[in-house]
């Protein structure tokens, strides 16, 4: 079956520091991948994605490719703000007729000024 | 994109009840997801609600806990059923961006306390 592994957190950076949230997944077929960011007390939403291997999905200075040979969807940016802290989730989508996500588990991001 | 209302935002429930969500979204969908996201955990599909059809279950969850309507293209309610502290999560409602692009709109989110 499907399944995405994501580094736990929380991860705790300073402001300006270089992020990178670790995301591996297991998948038949060509997946689309997907980060989310699900900020404190708000509901989920998407902050990139992409749909084949080597491209490369952008959004707000956090930047992620997929890796079809490492399976890999590694999520990075080069300078974090506090307003940055949030919980990431890495996700896949397999299509079979309709589109589900299956999600890692989060990683907590917490930003000091 | 779809703007996707959920209520309650939140609730605190004794246990034995049931609680209703509902979700509403500003355009017709033919399908929309149900998910849970326990404490510190990922988000679980519950089920995928099509309009007009019986919901389509994942594996370890079952109709009788969780019930849903799907009455029309722009709403559906999840029931949380005989609720016990192990029920206190998020629920989320979901629907598709488009077909073919596996991304979901999310609404904000249910947050069940069960005492």
């Known amino acids: 079956g499907n399944s995405v592994t994501q580094m736990e957190g929380p991860v705790t950076l300073s402001e300006e520091a270089f992020l990178t949230i670790n995301c591996t997944y297991t998948a038949t077929g060509y997946p689309s991948l997907f980060w989310y960011v699900q900020y404190p007390g708000e509901g989920l939403q998407l902050l990139l994605k992409?749909?084949?291997?080597?491209d490369k999905g952008s959004n707000k200075g956090f930047e992620a490719t997929y890796r079809k040979e490492t399976t890999s969807f590694h999520l990075e940016k080069g300078s974090v703000q506090v307003s940055d802290s949030a919980v990431y989730f890495c996700?896949?989508?397999?299509?079979?007729?309709?589109?589900?996500?299956?999600f890692g588990k989060g990683t907590m991001l917490l930003v000091s000024p | 994109s779809a703007v996707i209302s959920q209520k309650p935002s939140r609730d605190i429930c004794q246990r034995g009840t049931s609680l209703t969500i509902q979700c509403q979204v500003d355009?017709?969908?033919?399908?929309m997801f149900w998910y849970r996201q326990q404490p510190g955990q990922s988000l679980t599909l519950i089920a995928t609600a099509n309009q007009g059809s019986e919901a389509t279950y994942e594996s370890g969850f079952v109709i009788d806990k969780f019930p849903i309507s799907r009455p029309n293209l722009t709403f559906s309610t999840l029931t949380v059923s005989n609720m016990s502290p192990e029920d206190s999560s998020i629920y989320l409602c979901?629907?598709?961006?488009?077909?073919?692009?596996?991304?979901?709109?999310f609404g904000e989110g249910s947050r069940l306390t069960v005492l």
């Open positions: 979901s629907v598709s961006a488009g077909q073919d692009t596996g991304e979901l709109f």
């Open positions: 996700a896949l989508s397999a299509y079979s007729g309709y589109s589900t996500l299956t």
């Open positions: 355009s017709q969908v033919t399908m």
């Open positions: 992409a749909t084949k291997a080597d």
